[in-house]
Nanobody, 125 residues
Framework: QVQLVESGGGLVQAGGSLSLSCVVS????????MGWFRQAPGKEREFVAA????????RYAEVVKGRFTISRDNAKSTVTLQMNGLKPDDAAVYYC??????????????????WGQGTQVGVSS
């Protein structure tokens, strides 16, 4: 059974930082490209960042580029999203996703096979 478990969400003031983690089990983590998405109330799920299987390549949405950093530790089956300079528009439920069958850094949810349950991020102005 594949499981993705996110943690690290919370409420911060604008300009603050949070670090989200996702631990993956039940699948060979090093064979998965990994991504982070987010969904705010009333909005569609949107791509945030993705990282290749080795960690050598990454991709970011324009709205988070320069503020967020995605990384992974294959020994710990963990992917992390470091979020700095948070803005009220960053508030959302953040989801971790694994792309296994055809690993890619795609920005579409359909490119990912497995999803976590989400972790809430709030940003106060």
């Amino acid at each position: 059974q594949v499981q993705l478990v996110e943690s690290g969400g919370g409420l911060v003031q604008a300009g603050g930082s949070l670090s989200l983690s996702c631990v993956v089990s039940g699948i060979t983590f090093s064979r998965c490209a990994m991504g982070w998405f987010r969904q705010a109330p009333g909005k569609e799920r949107e791509f945030v960042a993705a990282i290749s299987r080795t960690g050598g390549n990454s991709r970011y949405a324009e709205v988070v580029k320069g503020r967020f950093t995605i990384s992974r530790d294959n020994a710990k089956s963990t992917v992390t999203l470091q979020m700095n300079g948070l803005k009220p528009d960053d508030a959302a439920v953040y989801y971790c996703a694994a792309s296994y069958s055809r690993p890619s850094l795609g920005g579409a949810p359909a490119a990912y096979d497995y999803w976590g349950q989400g972790t809430q991020v709030g940003v106060s102005s």
